[in-house]
């Protein structure tokens, strides 16, 4: 059944289409909640949605996404809708990802890290079933650098062109010096 964000929350979304906003955003999230940055690993995004004030978050994608963690040793499972809301060291009320415990499927409902951080991230499901893992287990072997910027926001116009510039005058400095 597909995830319907009433209109109210979405008025108040800042939403970004298309798989490279996607990633970008969901990596700058990770990034800024202080969470491994190869915590979802999605695929095909094609719609993302942060409303900041109560930090809830969605990810749409063509299809669902089954990866495997090899340094925690788990199977974990993303639907083709995915949602949660976003705090520092943890996601919350998550709906869309599910564990492989043993020979069965788990709904996970919370993943966070301690702060203060001693490395560990918690996976718990609903039944009260939990497991701790070493953070250094979901960091994405090829993630770039992500600047945290103190709040998930969009890229105006102006902070477009205003970057170009910053890259036209850089290059240009090069130039100069050779």
């Known amino acids: 059944m597909p995830m319907l964000i009433p209109d109210d929350v979405r008025a108040k979304a800042e939403i970004y289409t298309g798989d490279a906003a996607g990633q970008e955003k969901t990596r700058l999230m990770l990034a800024e909640t ?4 190869g915590l979802l690993p999605l695929k095909d995004i094609i719609e993302c949605g942060y409303v900041e004030e109560t930090g809830f978050v969605w990810l749409k994608q063509k299809k669902r996404v089954d990866h495997y963690f090899a340094k925690a040793g788990r199977h974990v499972s993303y639907a083709t809708e995915v949602s949660a809301i976003a705090e520092k060291g943890r996601l919350k009320k998550i709906s869309g990802v599910k564990a492989k415990e043993m020979l069965i499927w788990v709904n996970l409902h919370e993943i966070c890290v301690d702060d203060p951080p001693t490395g560990k991230l918690h996976c718990k499901a609903i039944g009260g079933l939990s497991r701790s893992f070493p953070v250094e287990a979901f960091e994405a072997t090829d993630a770039l650098p992500v600047p945290v910027t103190g709040r998930l926001k ?4 102006k902070e477009s062109a205003d ?3 910053e890259k036209k005058k850089e290059e240009e400095a090069v130039a100069a010096k050779n």
């Open 163 to 165: 970057q170009k510039d």
């Open 34 to 37: 202080e969470l491994p940055s």
């Open 154 to 157: 969009k890229k105006t116009e």
